[in-house]
């Protein structure tokens, strides 16, 4: 036998003998493992295969790709996986219902309290009305700052643009006449961002008091066929407040009480008059987008209207009661004066307390 450390055939001719050659060719673990082929098990060449060696599985496409490559790839397919099956089942929102910012009203009705509702002088109805409480003739009663100052995020332009685009939506919800009392809607609706033009229309199609579809959350509305004003003109006394709901959203506040001078609808011009109350706070978000479109967000309404009857249904309309109409009686809640913004706007029914309820 030969010398273990030569060649089963002996040394190369030519060759040194010595294995010193061949130290600098190390077959260690990860190599033989990396390797595309490997010989045949015994049973294999028993069973005749064609081949003296096969190649590893997988071999041609990932044998040489590192297995911590391979686990990255594993992962990035499961969360792509994933991100496509939550996207497919998520549920989707409703065409007809609303986006991220949803409308909440409350509204306090007041009753009478004399007892029934008093006339108005027809040729000055608002003679009634105290001089020191500040009322003033339409959007000039609206008290919009004069000096629109910038806010931490957002410029004095911007925040001029919010003012006036809040004034717009005031006129068209509170002062016009074909929303007040011709069923009118569209002047509103134009101004609300997408996200709650959704909610506006089942307000209206399908109007509840559910704090969240009352049409007279939006706006101040009659029915036209029972309501009609007496004078186009309505007094308004308040202010408008501007502040940053975050680095991205202003937020801006008002808060008026509205008077109105009304006669039932198909009337004569000399028929009797009433003064109609509303007092309302009113919460906008506005972000950059709605800055750039004209439009914004109502967020929140708090409104305290009368005199009317506690029990009326005033999601769609408010119902004023008529001249002489009698409120409650006997157990009568607290009083309550609209002009009054140092108390809180939303309450339960209560007594209209002057300077509109006699």
């Known amino acids: 036998m030969g010398d273990p450390g030569e060649p089963p055939e002996g040394a190369p001719e030519g060759g040194s003998g010595s294995d010193d050659e061949f130290r600098s060719v190390v077959f ?10 490997t010989e045949l098990s015994a049973n294999e060449r028993l069973g005749g295969a064609a081949q003296a060696i096969r190649h590893k599985a997988g071999g041609r496409l990932f044998g040489t790709v ?11 397919v499961l969360a792509f996986g994933a991100a496509v099956y939550f996207g497919v089942t998520a549920p989707l ?3 007809g219902g609303v986006g991220g910012t949803e409308l909440t009203t409350e509204l306090t009705v007041l009753t009478p309290a004399t007892g029934s509702v008093p006339a108005a002088d027809p040729s000055s109805p608002f003679a009634s009305l105290p001089g020191a409480t500040g009322y003033a003739d339409g959007a000039a009663g609206f008290g919009l700052p004069t000096v629109r100052d910038a806010t931490a995020h957002f410029s004095q332009a911007q925040v001029s ?12 919800s509170e002062l016009a006449p074909a929303v007040l009392v011709q069923g009118q809607t ?8 997408p996200d709650e033009q959704g909610q506006f229309d089942q307000s209206l199609t399908a109007p509840l008091d559910d ?13 036209p066929m029972k309501i009609a004003l007496a004078t186009d003109t309505v007094k308004v006394a308040g202010g408008v407040t501007v502040s940053e709901l975050d680095p991205g959203t202003l937020q801006i506040t008002s808060d008026h009480t509205l008077v109105y001078a009304l006669r ?9 008059v009433s003064l109609y109350s509303v007092r309302r706070e009113l919460t906008f978000d506005l972000n950059t987008a ?4 004209g439009q914004l967000d109502l967020v929140n309404s708090a409104e305290q209207a009368g005199p009317s009857a506690c029990g009326a249904a005033q999601a769609e309309y408010l119902q004023p009661l008529p001249v002489g109409a009698a409120g409650p009686a006997g157990g009568q809640p607290v009083a309550v004066n609209p002009a009054d913004h140092a108390q809180p706007a939303w309450q339960s029914c209560a007594v209209l307390a002057t300077p509109t309820g006699g």
């Open 28 to 37: 260690d673990e990860s190599f033989v493992r990396a390797a595309r082929i």
């Open 66 to 76: 590192p297995r911590q490559a391979l686990t990255l790839l594993l992962l990035i």
């Open 93 to 95: 929102r409703d065409a």
């Open 161 to 172: 643009t919010a003012l006036d685009t809040v004034g717009r939506f005031l006129a068209a």
């Open 186 to 193: 569209a002047p509103v609706r134009l101004l609300l961002a």
């Open 211 to 223: 704090q969240h579809h009352s049409a007279t959350g939006w706006m101040v509305r009659f029915d």
């Open 264 to 272: 039932p609808a198909g009337a004569v011009t000399n028929g009797p």
């Open 290 to 293: 709605d800055l750039a479109s």
